[in-house]
């Protein structure tokens, strides 16, 4: 009878303590990739989110073009939209982010404009009363009315935006997905679930760690302890 390896890596298992202490630095570099690519990404979408809501809120005509266009580019299917900004990016980190950024604004400006819509006319008025021009009252009044539904299209924006930059591996700049699909394409089992495991931490992660900061930025969306009491 032929021995049994004792290497996992040579059993080709999907858990393996020793894919992880021989792969660390490819792991490290992959994470980091990901991270960049999602931070960046989801940074940029809310600088062009932002504007694009308040354009629309401000100007009632403009609301429908800025809402459809997000959703249509958000159909998009994601090797189409790659395939459509290649000739401008070409196989570059920047064709993964434009790609995420536009897939990251249908999410950001809905949410967004419905925060600030739902801040209340007799807000505004008081604001215009105490002398607020329009620049001051949307800084100063709208928009931090506005948070708690803008943070939560964020939330899920940076979500989405970590599952989606593993379709990045296509051109070679997939973070976490290039470790993923590598592996598929050998049938690598410690490789795929590592990164599979990780990308659902960062995930995670993201989702928790702006979780805490909406609440920290929302202090009057939290019940006051009296109020549970």
């Known amino acids: 009878m032929t021995p049994t390896p004792d290497d996992c890596l040579t059993r080709n298992e999907w858990i393996c303590g020793a894919y ?20 960046v990404s989801v940074a940029l979408g809310l600088l062009v989110a932002v504007p694009l809501a308040v354009a629309a809120c401000g100007r009632r005509w403009a609301a429908g073009p800025v809402l459809g266009l997000t959703t249509i580019l958000y159909t998009i299917p994601s090797l189409a939209m790659f395939s459509i900004l290649l000739p401008v990016y070409g196989l570059s980190a920047s ?27 007799e807000t505004r008025q008081a604001a215009r009363g105490m002398g607020y021009g329009p ?3 949307l800084l100063a ?3 931090p009315l506005a948070l708690p539904a803008a943070m939560a299209g964020l939330r899920i924006a940076t979500v989405s935006a970590v599952s989606l930059v593993t379709i ?3 051109v070679g700049f997939g973070g976490l997905g290039n470790l993923i699909y590598s592996g598929m394409n050998t049938y690598f089992r410690a490789q ?4 599979s495991v990780l990308c659902v931490l960062i995930a995670v992660a993201a989702d928790i760690a702006l979780l805490g900061v ?10 006051s302890r009296r109020a549970a009491a």
């Open 192 to 195: 795929v679930l590592t990164a």
């Open 141 to 143: 009044v709208e928009l």
């Open 168 to 170: 990045g591996a296509i």
């Open 20 to 39: 992880l202490s021989s792969r660390r630095e490819i792991l490290w570099d992959a994470t980091l990739q990901h991270l960049q690519l999602t931070f």
């Open 135 to 137: 620049a001051r009252q």
């Open 214 to 223: 909406q609440r920290a930025l929302t202090p009057w969306t939290r019940p």
């Open 95 to 121: 064709l993964v982010i434009a790609g995420l950024v536009l897939y990251s604004l249908t999410l950001l400006v809905r949410n967004i404009l419905a925060g600030l819509r739902a801040v209340p006319a």
